[in-house]
């Protein structure tokens, strides 16, 4: 069973720069994996910020950006805002099917 | 406006079946492959489903392949997802999306929730 691994939860001052990883057991992320990323706050569906591992929404903050780091993707936030705080989730295809990582509650404080 | 509209979530008994569907509007659905997602109360996010924009293609994850079937209208704009042998661990809140190949999952509705207890 594949799984993919995110850091359950990371905290941040305003202003500050915060990287977020998404980590396959399969081996390396690669862009064929397509990464996205989706912020989710409490009672709000997800929302798209990041597809095919750095594209980005027209809704999309210009302080997030994504890439391939060391082996996975990343979700990083430069120039970190209070609105910020949320969960955020990877997600990975493996030929047919995604699969998300578990979710990283990333803290403003 | 982009909208996804879920309904048809309510309470089943563990072995009970339950359809939920999505109703969308505001762009051209016969040309978007589509999408189930869940979040169990308080978990993360899973797949469940996708289905090309021409139903010709479907696939599901291991937790609900054999139980679940998604299905489309593409003439009512309408995707679906008919959900049998129901377990308690399929409690959850589901999401339809529109998926845009295999790359992105673009826009999202608010949800149905199905709560499977007796």
């Known amino acids: 069973q594949t799984v993919v691994t995110q850091e359950p939860s990371l905290t941040v001052s305003p202003g500050g720069t915060v990287t977020l990883t998404c980590a396959s057991s399969t081996g390396a992320v690669t862009s064929g994996y397509y990464p996205n990323w989706f912020q989710q706050k409490p009672g709000q569906a997800p929302r798209t910020l990041i597809y095919t591992t750095s594209n980005k929404h027209s809704w999309t903050p210009a302080r997030f950006s994504g890439s391939l780091l060391g082996g996975k993707a990343a979700l990083t936030l430069s120039g970190v805002q209070p609105e910020d705080e949320a969960e955020y989730y990877c997600l990975l295809y493996y030929g047919g099917v995604w699969v998300f990582g578990g979710g990283t509650k990333l803290t403003v404080l | ?118």
């Open chain 2, 1 to 118: 406006e982009v909208q996804l509209v879920e309904s048809g979530g309510g309470l089943v008994q563990p072995g009970g079946s339950l359809r939920l569907s999505c109703a969308a509007s505001g762009f051209t659905f016969s040309t978007y492959e589509m999408s189930w997602v869940r979040q169990a109360p308080g978990k993360g996010l899973e797949w469940l489903s996708y289905i090309s924009s021409s139903g010709s293609t479907i696939y599901y994850a291991d937790s609900v392949k054999g139980r679940f079937t998604i299905s489309r209208d593409n003439a009512k704009n309408s995707l679906s997802l008919q959900m049998n042998s129901l377990r308690a661990e399929d409690t959850a809140l589901y999401y339809c999306a529109r998926t845009v190949g295999t790359t992105d999952f673009d826009c999202w509705g608010q949800g149905t929730l199905v709560t499977v207890s007796s």
